[in-house]
Structures are given as C-alpha cells and as structure tokens.
C-alpha cells in the first residue's frame, strides 16, 4: 500500500493552520501542524516529515529563521513558505536561501497543489509507488542510482552491485526486484562465501535423494526455488573456480542439474549478484571468470559508503529508532541535536551496518528518553574498529593458514596444495589473492 506524503504545517494563525490542514487532508496528505517555529523544532526531533508548510511572518520566530534551524539539523528537508506579506523582495530573500517554493496568502488551490507536488519530486522521487521506501535517503548520489535502478528493474538483465560490505547491497537487490516483473514471485539471497564448496553447489543446483551427504530428501537449490523470481548472489567473489564454471553454464543455458540427477531443468529467474572485492582485479590475477564477470555484470550498481552521503546519516538513525520502538518496550523517543550532529560527523567503516548497531546499543544503554552526545561518544568509541563481518573474519584466517603451510613446507608449492587439499591451479589463485608470494619462504629457508 502507497504510503501518503508527510507534510508538517506551521502558523501562528491557529484558525488558518486548522482550515488549511483540513484542505491538505483532503488532498491526501497526512498533516501535522504546529503554532510557531520552536513547537515545529520540537515536533522534528522526533518525527520527520516529506515537507515542512510554514508561514513567513510569525512571533519569536519567523519563518526564514525556522528554514535556517531546518537546514542545520535536518539537511535536504524541504521547506515552501507562505505569507500574507507577499513582496518581491520576501521572495528573492526566501528562494536565494534556499528555501524550496513560496506562496502567498490568501493560497491559491492550483498553486499550492503544484508547489507541494514539486517539492516531494525532490524529497520522494518515486512518490507514485512504493518500491524505494525501504531505502531510506535525500542524498543526491542515492537518488540518482534509485533512478538507474528504476530504469533497469523492468528489463530482465543481470545486475552487478558493488560497494563495501554494509552500504546496503542487498536492499538494492531487493528494491531492482520489487520493482519489476517478478515482484510477486520469489526473491531469495544466497551468500557465497558462507560455505563450503559442495554445500553451495547444492545450495545453487540442488540435489536428489542420496546424492549429497546421504541425504534422504530431495532439495531444489536456490535456481529452482526462485523460479519466476529473483536471485541474489551474495559475494560472488568468493566462488570456486569449479563453481564459476557451473554457474556460467547454469546462466548461459538457463537451466541446471541437481546433484545425482540424470538430466536437467530449465529455470526462469534473474539473476543479481553482489560483491565488496574488486573483481576486475580478481579477472587480471586469474582468481575470477572473465566470461562469468560479463554475464553478471551487464548492468553495475556502486553503492557509496555511508560516509559519501551524510546528509543521510539522521535520517537513517530516526528510522532505525523507529523500527526499534516497533519491535520492543523502551523509553527513548529520540535524540538530541548534539547527538546527530555527532553521528553525522562520525567516519562510519562499517557504514550503514554499523549505523544501526550503533542505535540499537543507544536505545539499550540510554537512561533518558532523548539519547545524548555523551552516551553516543562512548558507543562511537568502542565501535571505531567494527566487529567483521564472516567474509572478513574468512578472509583473515585463509591469509594466515596460507602463511602457516608454507612455512610448514619451505615454499613448496605441491606440497602445500597437497596439504591443503586444492589442486595448484587454485592454489595459487589463493596466493595471489592474499598478495603472497611462496618464494619468500624459500629464501628464508635458505638463509
């Protein structure tokens, strides 16, 4: 179901707030007013709405002094003012500080309907369906690639999405799928790197009765289970040499063989992939397919990190403590404007991922309802270096087990495989992505 545009209404004219929300109301926008600029600052720091509707002239605070308080503490909010002081002068100064639109009072129907629809062009450019909200953004590098991908989400091509671990790669996925054809047929993930090689072969292909580790049940494989839907390969980077091959002929004829099966099955399903390695390198050491490379990637999608869009940053943390008051009991209902100043000024190595682990211990830790800078510079410190994730940790101990055999075997690269339990060929693939070379080993051996 569409979700309706969010516009916050702000008049010191209480009779004029209430008619003209009752005239957005009808228009089909969920409204919220507010009496002056400083009951408006308080109601966004805790909610935030698609548009900010505020009058120019107002006690205390005015409505350009409002719009300045907006652009510090909610960055790419838009703001339209209306005034019953209309002057050419009111709206060269409005529209050269930024503000999105201006109206003047007494407020033209046709006006207001078009400067509103032009605004949320900006603040929600795919408005019309709800196939983007689960990406949370008013960065324009963000937007931009939503608009790629609304492109491409009707045509039935592979999808490569790249980007480092925790930008988000898997809700594009999701996003490329619930915008096209296949919406209402399976979207499944599998992670590639998460395995072994012949639990992943039959994770991809699937087997018969027998035909994997005794077992006694047939299993479809994610190819078959996906059928008239979308499948999402996570770090594809990581596939064997023997599985690239497989997967290159499953995607070339469009069907596979189970394990154990006499025959194969065609399949329906497209096919996106994701990876955080730099897989045109990969394609120049010989570790990755470089016919396999160009069946995936016709199409690339490059997430940035989170660090690259931080006019995101408190949008995503409101949203994040919104989700979490969903799922648990907690007192805490927002935070401080010190306190997002903070998060948008932190360097984020663990980009989206570590945004919301940050949040979640916040809601956790916090004693107030409003969460504060002090808490979230302690937080912030003990998550400067973020936990790995399983791809790293793997990374890690594939670099030290190659360190540890050949030390174990002089630099003698047979008998390192061997030991291993890989042919050469991959052996050396392994080397060469960890960036080690064997003959260091036997020269220390001759010293």
Known sequence: MKR?????????????LKLLGLRLKSEGFEVSTAASGAEALE?????????????????????????????RQHVGLPVVIMTAHGSITDAVTATRSGVFGFLTKPIDK?????????????????????????????????VALLEQARRMAPLDISVM???????????????????????????IALNCGAMTEQLLES????????????????????????????????????LSSTLQIKLLRALEQQQVRPLGATSSIKTDVRVLSSTNRDLVSA?????????????????????????????????????ALDQLRQRQSTQVTGFAPEALSMLAAASWPG????????????????????????????????????????????????????????????????QAAALAGRNRTDFYKLLSRHGIEAGTYKEKNRE
């Open 161 to 187: 999405l790249t980007g480092p671990s925790g930008s988000g790669k898997a809700l594009m996925a999701e996003v490329l799928h619930y915008a096209s054809p296949r919406r209402d047929y399976p979207f």
């Open 110 to 142: 046709e006006a207001l309907r078009r400067t509103i629809n032009e605004a949320l062009s900006v603040s929600l450019p795919a408005m019309e369906d709800d196939w983007q909200q689960s990406i949370m953004t008013r960065s324009p590098t963000m």
């Open 43 to 71: 109601w966004l720091e805790q909610e935030r709405p698609d548009l900010v509707l505020s009058d120019l002239r107002m006690d205390g605070m005015d409505g350009l002094a409002l719009f300045d308080r907006i652009q």
């Open 203 to 238: 994770e991809l292909f699937g087997h018969v009765k027998g035909a994997f580790d005794g077992a006694v049940s047939d299993h479809p494989g994610v190819f078959l289970a996906a059928r008239g839907g979308t499948l999402l390969l996570e770090e594809v980077g990581e």
């Open 283 to 319: 394609m120049e050491q010989g570790a990755f397919r470089e016919d396999l490379f160009y069946r995936l990637n016709v199409v690339n999608l490059n997430l940035p990190a989170l660090q690259q869009r931080p006019e995101d940053i408190p949008l995503l943390a409101r949203h």
């Open 351 to 414: 980009n989206v991922r570590q945004l919301l682990n940050v949040v979640e211990q916040a809601v956790a830790l916090a004693s107030a309802p409003v969460i504060g800078p002090q808490l979230l510079e302690g937080i912030l410190a003990g998550s400067s270096e973020p936990f790995p994730t399983f791809n790293e940790a793997r990374a890690e101990f594939e670099r030290l087990y190659l360190h540890k055999i050949l030390r174990m075997t002089e630099g003698n690269v047979s």
């Open 4 to 16: 309706k545009a969010r516009i916050l209404l702000v008049d010191d004219d209480v009779s004029l």
